[in-house]
């Protein structure tokens, strides 16, 4: 499945943002589906992650309560509030047709098939 990601863009220290990856696989509501981030200079790291059947969700400490995961059938969003400098980073939707059922593997990067292109969000300070 083709993920195509948007939403990105230069925001202020304490405003939002909301990114959408979009999916044109009629299946796409039994993916579990995630979002990676990549800093400048780091390595890419898990954001957040929506399974298929529980709709468990699962987030990074640091992102706790001001990120949202959320999809309907064909979309995947994050919403971003509070957002902070050191959340500036190329952002990644993937996504993998089964659910996860462990927190392990729905923040582990190898578990996911699809990836999208990434867009690019930059907080100021």
């Known amino acids: 499945v083709q993920l195509q990601a948007s939403g990105g863009g230069l925001v202020q220290a304490g405003e939002s943002l909301r990114l959408s990856c979009a999916a044109p696989?009629?299946?796409?509501?039994?993916?579990?589906k995630g979002w990676f981030r990549q800093a400048p200079g780091k390595e890419r790291e898990f954001v957040a992650a929506?399974?298929?059947?529980?709709?468990n969700t699962y987030y990074a400490d640091s992102v706790k309560g001001r990120f949202t995961i959320s999809a309907d059938k064909n979309t995947l969003y994050l919403q971003m509030n509070t957002l902070k400098a050191e959340d500036t980073a190329i952002y990644y939707c993937?996504?993998?047709?089964?659910?996860?059922?462990?927190?392990?593997?729905?923040?582990?990067?190898?578990?996911?098939?699809?990836w999208g292109q990434g867009t690019q969000v930059t907080v100021s300070s």
């Open positions: 993937a996504a993998v047709k089964k659910s996860v059922f462990s927190t392990e593997t729905a923040t582990t990067q190898n578990s996911y098939d699809y």
């Open positions: 696989a009629s299946t796409f509501d039994r993916y579990t």
């Open positions: 929506r399974s298929w059947i529980g709709d």
